[in-house]
């Protein structure tokens, strides 16, 4: 019964700003790592950033200095703050994060995605 739902996307003009919120229907601390991942057309998904329950932080070169990830455990939301946005930053952008049970079995849940798309 582990859902993430995005939200936050939209159209912006280069240089501009948004931030992306993944909600999570059970607490995000059962969550390591969470991340975000995007996909452009005719192109793989990518890894664009993950966060661990102790904070520590990762992001792919593209985005380091621009995108940062944070979470709020009591609202179970982790975000992504996307500044200085460039039109290669236009792709569906993904959700996900791994929970280990009591048996040490990974699963990994994915949202459905929400559009960014960045044009003048």
């Known amino acids: 019964q582990v859902q993430l739902v995005e939200s936050g996307g939209g159209l912006v003009q280069p240089g501009e700003s948004l931030r992306l919120s993944c909600a999570a229907s059970?607490?995000?601390?059962?969550?390591?790592?969470m991340g975000w991942y995007r996909q452009a057309p005719g192109k793989e998904r990518e890894l664009v950033a993950t966060?661990?329950?102790?904070?520590?932080?990762n992001y792919a070169d593209s985005v380091k200095g621009r995108f940062t990830i944070s979470r709020d455990n009591a609202k179970n939301t982790v975000f992504l703050q996307m500044n200085s946005l460039k039109a290669e930053d236009t792709a569906v952008y993904y959700c996900?994060?791994?929970?280990?049970?009591?048996?040490?079995?990974?699963?990994?849940?994915w949202g459905q995605g929400t559009q960014v798309t960045v044009s003048s």
């Open positions: 996900n994060g791994f929970i280990i049970n009591s048996d040490n079995y990974e699963c990994e849940y």
């Open positions: 059970v607490s995000i601390l059962r969550f390591n790592p």
């Open positions: 966060i661990r329950t102790v904070g520590r932080t």
